[in-house]
């Protein structure tokens, strides 16, 4: 397997851990849009050295949300989480990396924001359960069901950070 950047350099962080790499869907939901947390919620990520590869502002429709949450289709909140969901513009991103599932949902906190510790997004920055600023995916898989669903192909970017042998040995 070619480990070499396109100058020749040898940068085997680049192929090392494909295997390992995996996606995550993280989307500001419409409060934070609406509190202006989008810089903030993407610094969080950006900051922490994930690859950002899909990113776009988007109002989402009823089916979709009703899609993405199907899972909690008998809860009692549902309703209200779908008119929550689909109330204003969202920005969903996806972020790639080794680990990159379990650990954005560290960096987001616990569902209940009371419960989330400081210095987590939902710690820091919200307060109750029915508007925790943003979403995580909570699984590999789902990390791949939810990217897509919510990104067409194209709107994909694979790219190599200028940073990345930095982050990687
Ligand atoms: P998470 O988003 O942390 O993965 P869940 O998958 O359990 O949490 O729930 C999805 C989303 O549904 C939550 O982020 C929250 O917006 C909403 N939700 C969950 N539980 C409640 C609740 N008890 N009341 C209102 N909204 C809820």
Redesign the pocket.
């Known amino acids: 397997r070619a480990n070499k950047s396109a100058h020749g350099i040898f940068l085997p962080h680049l192929v090392a851990s494909l295997e390992q790499v995996e996606q995550t869907y993280i989307m500001v939901?419409p409060d934070g849009v609406q509190r202006g947390l989008v810089g903030e919620i993407i610094s969080r990520f950006e900051r922490k050295g994930f690859k950002l590869t899909g990113l776009k502002l988007f109002q989402c429709p009823k089916e979709l949300a009703e899609e993405h949450?199907k899972d909690?289709k008998t809860?009692s909140?549902y309703p209200?989480?779908i008119d929550?969901i689909t109330s204003g513009p969202v920005v969903c991103m996806v972020w790639e990396g080794v680990g990159v599932v379990a650990s954005a949902r560290k960096l987001?906190g616990?569902?209940n924001p009371l419960q989330a510790e400081p210095g987590t997004i939902r710690g820091d920055l919200a307060v109750q359960?029915?508007r925790?600023v943003v979403?995580?995916s909570?699984s590999p898989e789902n990390g791949k069901r939810e990217t897509a669903l919510w990104f067409k192909e194209g709107e994909l970017c694979e790219w190599t950070p200028a940073q990345a042998p930095w982050l990687m040995e």
């Open positions: 939901k949450y909690l809860k909140f209200t989480l929550y987001i616990s569902t359960t029915g925790n979403h995580g909570d």
